[in-house]
C-alpha cells in the first residue's frame, strides 16, 4: 500500500512540474466577476505589448463599470502544443472570455471551444487563419470569435522600398512556412511591387522554424538587394540573428512592424501594438460587460500606423531618410 502511495506521489508531483512549466497557477476565481484567460504564442515585443494594453484596457473598462475581473496569462513559449494545451485548461475551467495573442493561439483556442467568446489580437487575417470561407469583410465572422488585426497598409510598406532603397530591385521576402497570415503578406507585397511595374523581382524565401532560419537567411541575404519582413512572431523572435546576417551584408530590411525594425529593419509603417491590444479590451468589453455575440463584432483594425525608422542602422547603410518618420526609441 505504501508502494502505491508513493507513486501516486510522484505521478502527482510530475504532473504538477509540468503544469507549472507552461506556467499554469492553480487557484479560485471566486470573488471576480469575470474570469478572462490569455494565451500568448510567444514573448516579443509587438505581442507583449498587445498584451499589456488588453490588461490596462479592460482593467479599466470593469472599474468603470464597477466590476471585477481575474486574467489568467499563459506563455506558450513558441510551441504550438502549449497553446493547445492551455486553450483547454482554460475550457475546462469555465473561463468567461479567452484573448488569443498571435494565430497560433487564436487556431488553438478555435479549435478548443465553440462557445467560449475567443477575443484574438495580433493576427493579419482572420479568415485564413480559421479558414472561414464565407467571411465578409466588415462583417462579424459567426463563429465564437472577434478580435484586431495588426495588418498595416501593404502598398505604403512596398512604397517605401522605392523611397528608401531606390536602386533596389533584386527583394527578398522571408516568412515562415507555418504562419499562413505572414505567407499572405508577402504574396501581397509581391504582387503589389511586381504591379508597379518598375521591374521588381521578388523571391520568397520560406523556412519552418527557428532551426533553420540562419541558413535560409542567408541565402536571401546572398541573393538580394533590399528584404522584405512581415509581421511573423518567429522573425520577431529572431530579429538580431536577421541583423548580424543582413547588415554585415550591405542588405537592408523593410519591417512590418516597430519590434522587428527596432532589431534589424531601417525603416517601417507600424501600427501601435499597444493600442492593439486597448482596442482588443474594448471588444472583450463588449461581450462581458454589454452582452454582444461575439460573432457578430466585426474584426478591428487600428487606423493610425506611423513610418519610423532604424536611426543606427540607416546610418551604418548609409540610408537617407526623408521627412515624415519618426526614430525609433
Request: proline fraction near 3%.
Amino acid at each position: 500500500m505504501k508502494e502505491k502511495i508513493k507513486a501516486l506521489a510522484v505521478t502527482v508531483a510530475a504532473l504538477g512540474a509540468i503544469v507549472t512549466a507552461i506556467g499554469f497557477v492553480p487557484g479560485s476565481s471566486a470573488g471576480y466577476d469575470y474570469t478572462v484567460g490569455i494565451v500568448q504564442l510567444v514573448r516579443h515585443s509587438a505581442l507583449d505589448q498587445a498584451t499589456r494594453g488588453f490588461e490596462d484596457g479592460l482593467r479599466a473598462a470593469m472599474e468603470k463599470a464597477g466590476k471585477t475581473v481575474k486574467i489568467d496569462f499563459q506563455d506558450a513559449q513558441n510551441d504550438t502544443v502549449n497553446c493547445s494545451v492551455i486553450a483547454n485548461n482554460f475550457v475546462a475551467k469555465g473561463y468567461d472570455l479567452i484573448m488569443a495573442n498571435a494565430t497560433a493561439a487564436l487556431q488553438a483556442c478555435y479549435n478548443a471551444t465553440a462557445s467560449i467568446p475567443i477575443i484574438g489580437t495580433s493576427v493579419t487575417a482572420y479568415d485564413i487563419a480559421l479558414e472561414l470561407p464565407d467571411f465578409e469583410e466588415g462583417a462579424g465572422t459567426g463563429t465564437n470569435v472577434s478580435g484586431t488585426s495588426d495588418l498595416a497598409p501593404l502598398e505604403e510598406q512596398a512604397d517605401m522600398i522605392g523611397t528608401l532603397v531606390p536602386e533596389a530591385k533584386k527583394v527578398g521576402l522571408l516568412y515562415c512556412s507555418s504562419e499562413a497570415n505572414s505567407k499572405y503578406q508577402v504574396e501581397r507585397i509581391a504582387e503589389i511591387l511586381q504591379s508597379k511595374n518598375m521591374g521588381y523581382e521578388c523571391n520568397m524565401y520560406a523556412f519552418s522554424d527557428s532551426n533553420d532560419i540562419s541558413a535560409v537567411v542567408s541565402l536571401m541575404a546572398a541573393e538580394s538587394e533590399v528584404v522584405y519582413l512581415p509581421t511573423d512572431n518567429t522573425i520577431a523572435s529572431n530579429a538580431q540573428l536577421i541583423d548580424s546576417l543582413c547588415r554585415p551584408a550591405g542588405i537592408p530590411v523593410i519591417a512590418g512592424e516597430e519590434g522587428i525594425c527596432a532589431g534589424c529593419g531601417i525603416a517601417t509603417l507600424s501600427i501601435s501594438y499597444y493600442n492593439l491590444g486597448i482596442l482588443t479590451a474594448e471588444l472583450a468589453a463588449q461581450v462581458l460587460l454589454e452582452g454582444k455575440d461575439v460573432g457578430d463584432i466585426p474584426i478591428a483594425y487600428d487606423t493610425s500606423p506611423v513610418k519610423k525608422y532604424n536611426a543606427e542602422i540607416c546610418e551604418e547603410l548609409g540610408i537617407e531618410v526623408p521627412e515624415g518618420y519618426e526614430a525609433i526609441g
